[in-house]
């Protein structure tokens, strides 16, 4: 099947079957290999993307799901944003297998509460695994944004 879908600010048309998961799909045919895959079972949002504005992971997803929708990767988030500053200011980063996902959960959260507390930033990473254990670091980037201790 053909299907079409908004990928950061692009239209674009993919070929594949029904079934395939949208995850093969942006990092095979589409080559935006910033989105990871950690456990394949929608546990531990390394794949996650935003759909619609909403965080969703891409292992579950079938591409048969997606015509017209308006997905985000970690590649559509500006580079100079002042989340991703906080990120390498705060080391917030270790493996990086996590990072791309943190990053857009954390993109979706800040568009939905600009200061979030530090309990809010928890409850709105939890569905992403560090296995590095980083957390604390990677809440501190958040909070130095909603703070506006950021810099960039
Ligand atoms: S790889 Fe999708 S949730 Fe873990
Ligand atoms: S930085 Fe290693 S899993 Fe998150």
């Given at each position: 099947m053909t299907v079409t879908m908004q990928i950061n600010g692009r239209k674009v048309q993919v070929q594949a079957t029904p079934d395939s998961r949208l995850l093969d799909v942006l990092r095979g045919e589409l080559g935006l290999k910033g989105t990871?895959?950690?456990c394949g079972e929608g546990e531990c949002g390394a794949c996650a993307v935003l759909i619609n504005g909403q965080?969703?992971?891409s292992c579950l997803l079938p591409l048969g799901q997606m015509?017209?929708?308006?997905i985000v990767t970690i590649e559509g988030l500006p580079a100079d944003?002042?989340?991703a500053a906080s990120f390498h200011a705060c080391f917030a980063a270790?493996?990086?297998i996590c990072t791309p996902g943190m990053m857009i959960a954390a993109t979706a959260l800040l568009n939905e509460h600009p200061q979030p507390t530090l309990e809010e930033i928890r409850w709105g990473l939890s569905g992403n695994l560090c296995r590095c254990t980083g957390y604390g670091r990677i809440y501190e980037a958040v909070l130095q944004v909603a703070t506006g201790a950021a810099h960039g």
């Open positions: 990871k895959e950690g965080v969703a992971n015509e017209n929708a308006d944003s002042p989340l270790q493996c990086g």
